[in-house]
Nanobody, 114 residues
Framework: QVQLVESGGGLVQPGGSLRLSCVVS????????MAWYRQAPGNQRELVAV???????DYAESVKGRFTISRDNTKSTMYLQMNSLKPEDTAVYYC????????WGQGTQVTVSS
């Protein structure tokens, strides 16, 4: 059974930084394309960043230059380094794993507020 567990969310002031982690179990992590999504209240879930099994990355325009996605296949873990955070980054952030099926984590809350 594939499980994804996010951590690292919290309350941060505008301009601050957070690093999210997503640990994957029950799957051969290195074969999976991974992604971070987020969902703010009243909004649809949106793609934030992706990293393929080969290490290629892509980002939503709204986070380019501020967020960095990475993965450590030896730890079955994906990361999202978030810098220069803005209030509009406030959302629940979800980890996503995709190969033949798609799996989701439970989400971690990120709140950017002074």
């Amino acid at each position: 059974q594939v499980q994804l567990v996010e951590s690292g969310g919290g309350l941060v002031q505008p301009g601050g930084s957070l690093r999210l982690s997503c640990v994957v179990s029950g799957a051969i992590f290195r074969f999976y394309n991974m992604a971070w999504y987020r969902q703010a209240p009243g909004n649809q879930r949106e793609l934030v960043a992706v990293i393929t099994s080969g290490g290629s990355t892509d980002y939503a325009e709204s986070v380019k230059g501020r967020f960095t996605i990475s993965r450590d296949n030896t730890k079955s873990t994906m990361y999202l380094q978030m810098n220069s955070l803005k209030p509009e980054d406030t959302a629940v952030y979800y980890c996503n794993a995709n190969r033949f099926s798609t799996y989701w984590g439970q989400g971690t809350q990120v709140t950017v507020s002074s």
